[in-house]
């Protein structure tokens, strides 16, 4: 097929890339920079309301997806894991989801 270009996308978090693919960029997320207009930004106050399919904010800036709720756990795409703590809190290290993403009508 000669000179045939393509993307690769590995799904990986940038503390694991190996050697191989170290002069590659980066993604974060593989939704579009920013949230686009056609979402709203809802700041998240109740978790309950969380499920999986809905599109959230990390730290006000990075698109995820949750894929996964338990009573304990909320899991992203991109594998940010995010536990309940002392029964109260939501952590996920120094991450945090801020926002859901409501798609306007």
Same mark, same amino acid.
């Given at each position: 097929?000669? $000179?045939? @270009?393509? &993307?690769?996308?590995?799904? #990986?978090?940038?503390?694991?890339?190996?050697?191989?693919?170290? *002069?590659?960029?980066?993604? @974060?997320?593989?939704?579009?920079?920013? #949230?686009?207009?056609?979402? $709203?930004?809802?700041?998240? =106050? &109740?978790?309950?309301?969380? @499920?999986?399919?809905? =599109? /959230?904010?990390?730290?006000? *800036?990075?698109?995820?997806?949750?894929?996964?709720?338990?009573?304990?756990?909320? /899991? !992203?795409?991109?594998?940010?894991?995010?536990?309940?703590?002392?029964?109260?809190?939501?952590?996920?290290? $120094?991450? @945090?989801? !801020?926002?859901?993403? /409501?798609?306007? *009508?």
């Amino acid at each position: 097929m000669g $000179d045939l @270009k393509e &993307d690769v996308f590995y799904v #990986t978090p940038e503390k694991k890339v190996a050697s191989n693919v170290q *002069e590659y960029k980066h993604v @974060k997320t593989f939704e579009p920079e920013g #949230t686009g207009s056609d979402y $709203d930004q809802k700041k998240i =106050r &109740d978790y309950s309301s969380l @499920k999986m399919g809905t =599109r /959230v904010l990390l730290n006000s *800036e990075d698109v995820q997806i949750i894929t996964n709720v338990s009573s304990r756990q909320i /899991v !992203t795409n991109v594998g940010n894991k995010f536990r309940k703590s002392d029964g109260v809190e939501w952590g996920g290290g $120094d991450k @945090k989801i !801020t926002h859901k993403l /409501v798609k306007q *009508e």
